[in-house]
């Protein structure tokens, strides 16, 4: 069964004697593969300065998704050195943070998957199915690569393994978009790219940010969620199914086996920030429903929705955190 999430931004004015009647700001970038959308309402600013802040916002994502995947790339430059590599400081930060998160995942998630990736042909015209054995032999040693951090900003990559870093890079680059526009004093935003979000405050006095989520055609059922500041990822099957000549498979890679994760049909993760949501997103696609559960249950704010189905129907269901944000409607 094929589902589709379809995703509205909800931004409601509100009118109210007393409150702000400041109508949210639109902003669209194009960047490479993605497009940075904005939505934002000034607050005290003004609406002039709030637009030339949302302009900075997309430079400084445009800057970071740069260092990742521009020509200039700093992940080229350590796959290619792997010895004693300096690295912008942002950059060194960044992948402290990672060893930091892809622990925590209980080895569900790698940010040294580039090999397993190429053998499977992902960023190629025609994708296709390895040989078992060298996948596994490559998934083996991307999980025995390590990311030694050095003095001076410095990295090195011990082992065979690559990095890629896939949707972190959009969370990294919409956090530091964000925290451009919080110390430029913008009220509220949602920024959103290539299916990552983070927002704060809210569009009006009343409402909050709202992200609608469709179940399957079959169901008429929608699911609204109306979360806190934060970051959310949200990972569509339909969105990320790669024909591989005999078939359909997804592109979320098993860092256990290399073989692609058997995930839900639609997967929405909510933590503080962008960057840690995009990790904990792609963690507990490959880990499967009960395992999800368990583990997300032992973490303090992480938000999960998620729509499955099995050989009977389609289910959907959160996590305690996050059901305080959903509310169901049926037409």
Do not use: H
């Not at 939505?39 to 916002?57: E, N, P, T, Y």
């Not at 290539?194 to 940010?209: I, L, Q």
């Not at 499967?288 to 959907?316: H, K, P, Q």
């Amino acid at each position: 069964m094929t589902a589709r999430i379809i995703i509205v931004i909800i931004s409601v004015l509100s009118f109210l004697c007393g409150c702000s009647t400041d109508k949210p700001q639109s902003y669209k970038y194009n960047e490479a593969n993605y497009t940075l959308e904005i939505q934002a309402v000034a607050g005290d600013i003004g609406r002039k300065k709030c637009s030339s802040l949302m302009k900075d916002a997309a430079k400084v994502f445009s800057d970071r998704l740069d260092l990742i995947r521009g020509e200039n790339s700093v992940v080229d430059k350590l796959n290619s050195q792997r010895d004693s590599v300096e690295i912008p400081p942002e950059f060194y930060s960044l992948l402290s943070r990672i060893d930091t998160l892809s622990k925590s995942t209980g080895d569900t998630w790698s940010a040294c998957l580039g090999e397993v990736r190429k053998l499977w042909g992902f960023n190629s015209s025609k994708p296709s199915r390895p040989d078992p054995d060298i996948i596994s032999q490559q998934a083996r040693a991307a999980s025995l690569t390590e990311i030694v951090l050095l003095e001076g900003n410095r990295v090195s990559l011990l082992g065979e393994g690559s990095l890629y870093l896939r949707s972190v890079s959009i969370g990294w680059a919409l956090d530091a978009a964000a925290q451009v526009m919080i110390d430029g004093d913008v009220e509220a935003a949602m920024l959103e790219a290539g299916g990552v979000y983070r927002s704060w405050g809210s569009p009006s006095a009343k409402d909050k940010w709202i992200i609608t989520v469709k179940a399957p055609s079959s169901d008429s059922t929608e699911y609204k969620i109306s979360p806190d500041a934060g970051g959310m990822c949200l990972i569509n099957l339909s969105d990320i199914e790669v024909d591989i000549g005999d078939g359909k498979i997804n592109d979320i890679i098993d860092p256990l086996d290399g073989e692609p994760a058997e995930g839900m049909i639609n997967l929405i993760v909510w933590t503080p920030d962008a960057m840690q949501t995009c990790i904990f997103a792609e963690a507990t696609f490959v880990m499967g429903r009960g395992c999800m559960l368990n583990w997300i249950e032992g973490i303090d704010s992480v938000g999960v929705f998620f729509i499955w189905s099995d050989d009977i129907d389609t289910y959907a269901e959160s996590n305690t955190f996050m059901e305080k944000w959903i509310s169901i409607f049926v037409p």
